[in-house]
């Protein structure tokens, strides 16, 4: 257990393209600026055009919040997902991901085994 405990994350690796960059946010008052958005087109999972976009966000425009549960496998396990929306259309998505090197698969086993990186704010396009 103790082992478990002492692998440690790192960004310093080399990271898939859809999961290449981490998420920032700036928050001054009541605006917000969220840099590395992922706002790609997918033709298949491995096939995309890549765009990152930076978000300026008014939170006193702040009007609604979904969360979606996308199930798979075992009942007790889902992808989280919440989207917010602003009165003046636009939405920010954010979940939890792992983070897969190139060549590495998903393998959920792995994750509890710390053997993945996780991002903990992955925005994504919504709309």
Not at 45 to 51: I, K, Y
Not at 101 to 121: D, N
């Amino acid at each position: 257990m103790r082992w478990r405990f002492s692998l440690r994350p790192s960004n310093a690796r080399d990271w898939q393209p859809d999961v290449a960059r981490v998420a920032t946010a700036e928050i001054q008052g009541d605006r917000v600026t969220v840099k590395n958005v992922r706002n790609f087109r997918y033709r298949s999972a491995t096939d995309f055009d890549e765009r990152w976009e930076e978000r300026r966000l008014d939170l006193t425009r702040l009007d609604g919040l979904d969360i979606f549960f996308s199930y798979w496998g075992a009942p007790l396990i889902a992808h989280t997902i919440m989207s917010w929306s602003f009165a003046d259309g636009q939405h920010l998505a954010i979940s939890v991901e792992t983070r897969k090197t190139k060549g590495q698969e998903y393998s959920t086993v792995a994750g509890f085994f710390r053997q993945t990186s996780s991002s903990t704010s992955r925005p994504t396009n919504a709309t």
